[in-house]
């Protein structure tokens, strides 16, 4: 059974999430302090984390910071704050996701589903020449295509595509981030470097290139999706 940890402080909002997540197999334990967050996160070792950025006590974003300093665990914020400003300060801090109140309970067990399903290690981020080669699965499917990083080659059904060399650095961070929020700044810093970390054209060009190599329809893409103002997010 999942474990998840709720740091939340209106208790209404509370029993909503516990109520869902539980009939969904979850076993949820709720909180509504930092100081309680980090002693709950460090002792049940949760297998998700959904945080609430003002609470009592606290920033969500520095219980982000400090859970990231010991633990890979998905967390995902649940926020009334709808600036992008906090939305790209909560990612940049480790959060792995970021939905605004109100919210559908639907959507929120969705993106719960998709960040237990990602495998967790972001040592695979700091090194990916290691990682494309021995780090990650060999194979990655999604959709009609196939990615084999031992072959380094990319089907689309059973037809090879070719891709640039940072096309192809490009799609493996997102594999590698599958389901989660990227911002711009994130995935420029690891497919170009950090000289590049503010050249957001760069990355609209060639995350166009994806989709029309990749998306049965470009205009419409179904796993390559604009977080607007944000960044962007891969979808298997």
């Not at 950025?53 to 967390?75: A, K, Q």
């Not at 237990?116 to 020449?129: T, W």
């Not at 929020?181 to 994130?186: A, E, G, S």
């Amino acid at each position: 059974m999942p474990v998840a940890l709720l740091v939340e402080d209106d208790p209404q909002i509370r029993r909503l999430v516990r109520s869902a997540m539980e009939n969904e197999g979850w076993s949820v334990f709720e909180v509504n302090t930092m100081r309680r967050a980090v002693i709950d996160a460090g002792t049940r070792q949760p297998d998700l984390l959904i945080i609430d950025l003002g609470l009592p006590d606290g920033s969500g974003i520095n219980l982000i910071r400090e859970v990231r300093t010991w633990s890979e665990v998905p967390i995902i914020v649940l926020s009334a704050r709808v600036d992008e400003t906090d939305k790209i300060e909560a990612l940049d801090a480790g959060a792995d996701d970021y939905m605004t109140k109100p919210f559908g309970i639907g959507e929120l067990l969705a993106r719960s589903r998709a960040n237990l399903r990602r495998p967790r290690n972001r040592a695979q981020q700091s090194d990916l020449k290691n990682t494309e080669s021995s780090e990650i699965e060999s194979t990655f499917k999604f959709g009609e295509v196939e990615v084999d990083f031992r072959a380094r080659f990319v089907k689309r059904n059973d037809t090879q595509i070719h891709l640039t060399p940072i096309e192809y650095r490009l799609l493996t961070v997102l594999i590698q981030n599958v389901s989660r929020v990227l911002t711009h700044k994130q995935i420029l810093t690891q497919v170009w470097g950090t000289a590049a970390s503010e050249q957001s054209h760069y990355l609209r060009i060639y995350m166009g290139h994806l989709r029309q190599k990749l998306e049965i329809d470009p205009t419409q893409p179904k796993h390559f999706l604009t977080e607007t103002g944000v960044g962007y997010r891969m979808v298997k």
